[in-house]
Each structure stands twice: as structure tokens, then as C-alpha cells.
């Protein structure tokens, strides 16, 4: 059975860093690319970042490139996101995502989420 | 402002068709397929249809079609679990990046 657990969430200071993590089993990683996926509070959700486990590849949108980093640990089947310089806006709950397809991406499963609540 | 346009909400009562509209451009839609989420009481999205094909486990009352730029998810036979937030989401090659909708709310009268 796929399982995303993600963890790390909870309360930061604005400018601040936080480092989320997404513990992942029931599947063999090199098939995949992994996403972390946000959504603010009542709003929509926004693509984080993605790290495809072959190539290595890492791609972030625009407005978040240089304050966050994802990465892996093989070793303890992880997927991290740190947050560095948090703002006000990046409250949000966070979801770990797996893409069978990368591009397009085909999000076929969903970890439950973390939430970060950016506040001082 | 979302690359991908969708209804802020639609409503419908049980068994009514209705369909779910996702509008991009030539960059998005017109290139790449779609995939569609459903998300209930913000709880984890979950996945309904990677371009016309239907995710496990979803029953085939669901269908999803695209023309042009426009993606759409349609409900044959609406039913009261059917009440959720729906996204629809591709990659933009022109941002090299993923995009989604801004995500329609569904309400079952």
C-alpha cells in the first residue's frame, strides 16, 4: 500500500526556516517524480516543487525558487522540503505528492498534509 | 491570477449531468493532458481523471474530455458524495512549471 506521511509542520516566526519531511513507502521510488503541493487556508491549491528520483531533476515555480529546497534521503525513504525566509503567505497546509507521469503530471496519490502556520 | 481558468462553483441535484469546465491555452491544455482532483471538506485531494482516463477506483459516472484549451470533467448522474472541491491541473511549458485551477465547488442540491 502507497503511504505518504508528511510531518514538520506547526508555528515559525516570519524569517524563520522549517524543514518539512514526507516519510514514503509502498512503492519503489525510481518509477516516480515527488511533488510537495500547498494550499492557504480556504484557498486553492499551488505547485511547491518537484524532485524526479532518477535523473535528480529539480524544478520550482518562479515565486518560491531560491527560498525553498527539496531533496531525498534514499536511505530513509524521504522526501524533504526546507523553508527558508518564511513569509506570512506561505501558511499552508503541505502535501506530499507522487507523479506517475512528471509531464504532465498525473498526482495519483496524496499524503494527508502538514500545516505551517507562518506567524509572529 | 490562475493559468488555468475554472467556475469559482456549480450546483446540481442528484442524477443532473453536469460538467466541469478547466479553460488554459496552447501552452497547457492545448499540449499536455489533464489530470482532475477532488478534494472534500479539505481533507486530501484525491485523484479522479488523468486525461480521459478514470483513476481507480472512481466510478463511471465520471468522464473528462478535452477541445482545444479547454479541459472538461463531466458528472452523469450527479449523487450527493459527488459534493466536493474539484481542480483540474497540467504542466505550462511556457512557465516549465505544474499549473492548477483556482478549483470549483460542487454543490449537490
Known amino acids: 500500500e502507497v503511504q505518504l506521511v508528511e510531518s514538520g509542520g506547526g508555528l515559525v516566526q516570519p524569517g524563520r526556516s522549517l524543514r518539512l519531511s514526507c516519510a514514503m513507502s509502498?512503492?519503489?521510488?525510481?518509477?516516480?517524480?515527488m511533488h510537495w503541493v500547498r494550499q492557504p487556508p480556504g484557498k486553492g491549491l499551488e505547485w511547491v516543487s518537484s524532485?524526479?528520483?532518477?535523473?535528480?531533476?529539480?524544478l520550482y515555480p518562479d515565486s518560491m525558487e531560491g527560498r525553498f529546497t527539496i531533496s531525498r534521503d534514499d536511505a530513509k525513504k524521504s522526501l524533504h522540503l526546507d523553508m527558508n525566509s518564511v513569509r506570512i503567505e506561505d501558511t499552508a497546509l503541505y502535501f506530499c505528492v507522487r507523479d506517475s507521469s512528471t509531464n504532465p503530471p498525473n498526482f495519483d496519490y496524496w499524503g494527508r498534509g502538514t500545516l505551517v502556520t507562518v506567524s509572529s | 491570477q490562475s493559468a488555468l481558468t475554472q467556475e469559482v462553483s456549480v450546483s446540481g441535484t442528484v442524477g443532473q449531468k453536469v460538467t466541469l469546465s478547466c479553460r488554459g491555452s496552447s501552452s497547457n491544455i492545448g499540449t499536455y493532458a489533464v489530470g482532475w482532483y477532488q478534494q472534500v471538506s479539505h481533507g486530501a485531494p484525491k485523484t479522479v481523471m488523468f486525461?480521459?482516463i478514470l483513476a481507480s477506483g472512481i466510478p463511471d459516472r465520471f468522464s473528462g474530455s478535452t477541445s482545444g484549451t479547454t479541459a472538461s470533467l463531466t458528472i452523469s448522474g450527479l449523487q450527493p458524495e459527488d459534493e466536493a472541491d474539484y481542480y483540474c491541473?497540467?504542466?505550462?511549458?511556457?512557465?516549465?512549471?505544474?499549473?492548477f485551477g483556482g478549483g470549483t465547488k460542487l454543490t449537490v442540491l
Open positions: 486525461g480521459d
Open positions: 491541473s497540467t504542466w505550462d511549458s511556457r512557465l516549465s512549471g505544474v499549473v
Open positions: 509502498g512503492f519503489s521510488f525510481d518509477d516516480y517524480t
Open positions: 524532485l524526479n528520483w532518477v535523473s535528480g531533476h529539480i
